[in-house]
DNA sequence: CCTCGCATGTAACACGTTACATGATTCA
DNA sequence: TGAATCATGTAACGTGTTACATGCGAGG
């Protein structure tokens, strides 16, 4: 077994071939599954994806087919026993680490030496940065309503939730500096 | 003027440096105060901060002065007008990233093949690791009480609101799953 | 015919963390 | 005396994004 330690993108990938009713999977397909889902909370580009679906495989955690009958070509990926198992083990650990790197925020940290002017138009826009985001997770939401399992379903409500605190915090401080205004 | 790009760490610095009230600082110093503030949405390692004023102070946006006075070794940054000047332009940019990697989402997310046992048992585990943040952030709110002005106050706000969100979504994904316990 | 989406990949770069090295001062 | 904190740094490593290259197939 050649090198035995894996990415979180690699559990991504065992996550989504690892589902119930999974069908076999392209490295594409598991992008537009990243990008429609998980997205908000985790990111995952293709130059860490390719790669690590050939690292999987290397370790016999998943296995892939050449699906080129006809169509174009195209590499369908299956997990492994012991690609579940894997994947069962990561599951269960503990430990799990947050990031959050948000430049607004940021921002808005250091913004006391702009004038009230300026804040407030600044809190305005990070505002609406965070209602197009909430939409777009509300047409996911909608669109998979049904379709997709306890979990992933109670994650979504997460996200929802999260953008919508958000942008009551922006608007209370807006008003809060609005009426402050001297 | 060598290099002219600078990181998110660069824009920290300069953000302590260029408060209206700001005493010079060391590096050793500026790592105290992220780590004691921003640090639930920005991260800054001793790896980050010591080039990057190195790199500053080259372009003439602070000043070094060597405070040896009997005490430790000990070098000390002050801001100068070209660096507020940056820090202006910087803080009225738009357009800002906000990167999240949150790993017990991700798990939870995926958890669909665990016992309905195992997956309260991680949502506990999560819900607790938040208390413990938010135990942590309200330490830190409450000691710097009326010290700090008001734009970094509505932030640290904004951080205990995200936190208690986080736990009482924690309480409701647990209720729910007990809920079903078939 | 041309554009868009499907499909696979890689190389260069940017970003960040960790571990290590070093040494002085303070306080119990 | 020994541990903790102050203080400054760097090298190695790991992770993640971007830009690019390539080519097929479907539909307007």
Redesign the pocket.
Known sequence: MPDDRF???AYVILGFLGKEDAEPL????IKQWVDSSVRFFF??????I??E?KKLQRSGLIEGHKESTG?????EYEITDAGRELLREWLLQDGARLEM?DEGLLRTFFAGTLTREEQITKLRAMRDERSAQLAELHDVAEYSHGLIPDMPQLVLDYGLGLHEHMISWCDRAIRELEGRKD
Not at 26 to 29: A, Q, T
Not at 71 to 75: M, P
């Open positions: 990415s979180n993108v392209s490295g594409y397909d990111a995952a580009s293709y130059g860490q390719y790669p679906l169509e174009r070509a195209r590499t790197r």
